[in-house]
Structure formats: structure tokens, C-alpha cells
T-cell receptor, first 111, second 112 residues
Framework: RKEVEQDPGPFNVPEGATVAFNCTYS??????FFWYRQDCRKEPKLLMS???SGNEDGRFTAQLNRASQYISLLIRDSKLSDSATYLC????????????FGKGTRLSVIA | DTGVSQNPRHKITKRGQNVTFRCDPI?????LYWYRQTLGQGPEFLTY????????KSRLLSDRFSAERPKGSFSTLEIQRTEQGDSAMYLC??????????FGSGTRLTVV
């Protein structure tokens, strides 16, 4: 079983739609969780950290369910500029082990 | 110094040749990571350094691969006797302790 699993998509949604991505992780000792965004042929960039209590940054909401070992990302009011690949990322020991990346979920927002 | 710098951006080499990539991290970052990414996959961990010490190496890092960070600043990743399967984007990232990564733009390697 892969350490981090994501639906690769693509998710094709119209502008203004709400879209949600889920990700599951296998290591119950995982401590740190992130969503990264990667544009085509560019490097990954940190979108947001994910906290147990859930957190929101503008149109983006991230949630963590430790019991079920899954992480979600919700994007409201999708923009064309949200089109990218979203990478789910976990670390087994906060700051002390390398981050493990999922394969990513492709999102295309269509006008 | 506004980010992580990687050189070269692109490298085309013949199978069997050796290649070396360089990464200059953000100057105050202690940690430096190398990842490899192929099409349709997420970045896969190769190795990382804390200052000049190489703390962990992935099983992906065969004996043809070697990485150094001699003075705890820039790092090099060398691939000897390249194979077509080595074709990928090689990403370097740096971070302070216990914080998120900043990635460089990567070096795209094509082995022909």
C-alpha cells in the first residue's frame, strides 16, 4: 500500500464550483500534513498546512481525520487560476523525517 | 538570495555518461533535500542533509547516485553511468528545522 494515496483525477469543474479532494495515508504515526500545489512543469509550492482542528485560508479549507487517516481539501468558488495539481503530503515525525508526497490530483477549472 | 536555485535547468545526456546537478538553498536553511519526480507521479524522496551531514538516503538512491553538501551550503547530486530510467525532474528543497520546504525550479534530466 502506498504511504499517501490520492485520486489522480482529473477533476474538470466549471468556474465558481466547489470541489473537494481527499487523500489517505497509511502511517498512523504521521504528525505533519500539508497540501502543496504544483503547476505544469513547475516546482511544488506549499498551499497550506493541515491541522487537527481544520483550517481555512480564504477559499481553501483543509481538514484532517486522524481516526480514518484521511485529509481533505475543499476549494470554494473555483477560479481558472486554481487549475493545477494538488499534492497531499505527510511527515511521520514533525520536522524530523522527509515529507512523503502523494501522486497528486489534477484540477482543471473551465470557463 | 530569494529562493532555492538549481543548475542546470535542463540536461540532455547520453546513456552511460555522468551528470552532476547543483543546488543552492536559501542561505539560512539548515536542511536540504533531493527529490525526483517523473510524469504523473509525486516527488519521491532521495536524500537529505542537515548542515553538512547526510542524514537519510532512500532505497531509490542506487550506488550510481551520490550527493554531497561539503560545507553545509550548496549541494551536488551526481549520477554515474546514467540510464534511460534516470530521466526525470530532480528537485531540491530547503527548510529551516521543523518548517515547510521551499523547492527550487528543478533540473530536468533526459537520458538518450
Amino acid at each position: 500500500r502506498k504511504e499517501v494515496e490520492q485520486d489522480p483525477g482529473p477533476f474538470n469543474v466549471p468556474e465558481g464550483a466547489t470541489v473537494a479532494f481527499n487523500c489517505t495515508y497509511s502511517n498512523s504515526a504521521s504528525q505533519s500534513f500539508f497540501w502543496y500545489r504544483q503547476d505544469c512543469r513547475k516546482e511544488p509550492k506549499l498551499l497550506m498546512s493541515v491541522y487537527s482542528s481544520g483550517n481555512e485560508d480564504g477559499r481553501f479549507t483543509a481538514q484532517l481525520n486522524r481516526a480514518s487517516q484521511y485529509i481533505s481539501l475543499l476549494i470554494r468558488d473555483s477560479k481558472l487560476s486554481d487549475s493545477a495539481t494538488y499534492l497531499c503530503v505527510v511527515s511521520s515525525n514533525s520536522g524530523n523525517t522527509p515529507l512523503v508526497f502523494g501522486k497528486g490530483t489534477r484540477l482543471s477549472v473551465i470557463a | 538570495d530569494t529562493g532555492v536555485s538549481q543548475n542546470p535547468r535542463h540536461k540532455i545526456t547520453k546513456r552511460g555518461q555522468n551528470v552532476t546537478f547543483r543546488c543552492d538553498p536559501i542561505s539560512e536553511h539548515n536542511r536540504l533535500y533531493w527529490y525526483r519526480q517523473t510524469l504523473g507521479q509525486g516527488p519521491e524522496f532521495l536524500t537529505y542533509f542537515q548542515n553538512e551531514a547526510q542524514l537519510e538516503k532512500s532505497r531509490l538512491l542506487s550506488d550510481r547516485f551520490s550527493a554531497e553538501r561539503p560545507k553545509g551550503s550548496f549541494s551536488t547530486l551526481e549520477i554515474q553511468r546514467t540510464e534511460q530510467g534516470d530521466s526525470a525532474m530532480y528537485l531540491c528543497a530547503s527548510s529551516p528545522l521543523h518548517e515547510g520546504y521551499t523547492f527550487g525550479s528543478g533540473t530536468r534530466l533526459t537520458v538518450v
